[in-house]
Structures are given as C-alpha cells and as structure tokens.
C-alpha cells in the first residue's frame, strides 16, 4: 500500500541552524501539506502546496519556513534560523484533491525536530 | 477562530464494549470531516471520513454527522485493547479560500481494558 515517507526520523540541532525536513508524498497525490505538533499539543496546520506553489500557509508559517519541490517525487520543509520553539513533531501529508470526497490526506511517520 | 472540540479524557472502556467519541466544530461551513487514530509517539492514521449527514460504517467504526448542530461522533463497536490510542478529529472548513487544510481537536483519550 502507498505511504508517505519523511526522512531523517529524527533531528537535533542547533538554535539559529538551517534544517530541511524531507518528505516523499504518495505518487499519484497532487496536494501536499506540512503540519506540526509540539508534545502534548494539537497537530496545527502550516502549509499546503500545489501546482507548484504555495496554496494556503498559517500563521506559525512565517518568514523562517520555506517549501520546495525541488523534483518529481520529494517535499521539503526549509527552517531557516531555528528557535527553541520550533520544536516539535512535523508531519508531511499528501492526498489527491484538496475538496470534495477525495481530501483524505494521509500522513507520514514524521520527523522529530529538537531545537537545543 | 475556526475551532474544533473535543473531550479530552481520557475515556475508559472494558473490551468488547461501545466506545463513544464526539466533536464539535465551529466553522458552520465545514464539508468535510474525518478521524484519525493517533498512537503515542506515531503519525496520525486515518480511520474514517464522512462528508454527508447521516451514518458512515466501516467495519467496527461507525462516524456520525450532523452539520444542523456541527457535531461529529465516532462509534467503536467490540472494542479492542488495540484501539486504545488518541482519537483526532479533523475538519476540513471549505470555502472562504481554504485549500484543504485541516484543524484538528486536541484528541480524545481512549483506553480499552482486557
């Protein structure tokens, strides 16, 4: 069965580093999204990706996030100045259209950013 | 604020029981709903989606919508040790220029004892 899978499983690094998180969605999905969930909090939403560009970004994703499709198969997140806050567990999501029945979005094993 | 509710329990349950499980949601213009199982320290799982009012079963799961009152339940018939996990519930707020993205609810707890 198709899955998304992210790499590395887990990162430690360094306030003020750049990190790229890397995410292989589903092969047929069309709609990719990056979310996130600091421990014991809610899974919150920061952006989805379409076509190319960016189609919807929250709030926490500000000047620091980038995203990128840099090929045909990968999706990366970009932090580029780490704080101690963006700890958290980041979670890539794909799915085949962004609304009617077909938005199920299935999500990958995540990655585990520690911000020291 | 779009907003999604949920209790966060933790909700005990013997083996074999029913397992109840509700969210609300804010955004009276929502159409798409789902819930995912969440393990500890895992991804979220999608267990279920429903977009119409009404029931939705699949297998031991039943999801339950009711758009007049922003309410979605799920149902776990025959519980199973197995299903303890953390429920989500999600919310997909179509319309006003979302592209799909989800707000999800803090969880509800839920544990199934042998």
């Known amino acids: 069965e198709p899955e998304v899978t992210q790499t590395p499983s887990h990162q430690v690094t360094q306030m003020g580093q750049e990190v790229i998180l890397r995410c292989v969605p589903i092969s047929n999905h069309l709609y990719f999204y990056w979310y996130r969930q600091i421990l014991g909090q809610k899974v919150e939403f920061l952006v989805s990706?379409?076509?190319?560009?960016?189609?919807?970004k929250s709030e926490i994703f500000d000047d620091q996030f980038s995203v990128e499709r840099p090929d045909g198969s990968n999706f990366t997140l970009k932090i580029r100045s780490t704080k101690l806050e963006d700890s958290a567990m980041y979670f890539c999501?794909?799915?085949?259209?962004?609304?009617?029945?077909?938005?199920?979005?299935?999500f990958g094993p995540g990655t585990r950013l520690t911000v020291l | 604020q779009k907003e999604v509710e949920q209790n966060s329990g933790p909700l005990s349950v013997p083996e074999g029981a029913i397992a109840s499980l509700n969210c609300t949601y804010s955004d009276r213009g929502s159409q798409s709903f789902f819930w995912y199982r969440q393990y500890s320290g895992k991804s979220p799982e999608l267990i279920m989606s429903i977009y119409s009012n009404g029931d939705k079963e699949d297998g031991r799961f039943t999801a339950q919508l009711n758009k007049a009152s922003q309410y979605v339940s799920l149902l776990i018939r025959d519980s199973q040790p197995s299903d303890s996990a953390t429920y989500l519930c999600?919310?997909?707020?179509?319309?006003?220029?979302?592209?799909?993205?989800?707000?999800f609810g803090k969880g509800t707890k839920l544990s199934v004892k042998p």
């Open positions: 999600a919310v997909n707020p179509e319309g006003g220029g979302s592209q799909g993205n989800l707000i």
């Open positions: 990706f379409y076509n190319n560009e960016i189609s919807e």
């Open positions: 999501a794909s799915s085949g259209r962004w609304s009617g029945d077909f938005n199920e979005q299935f």
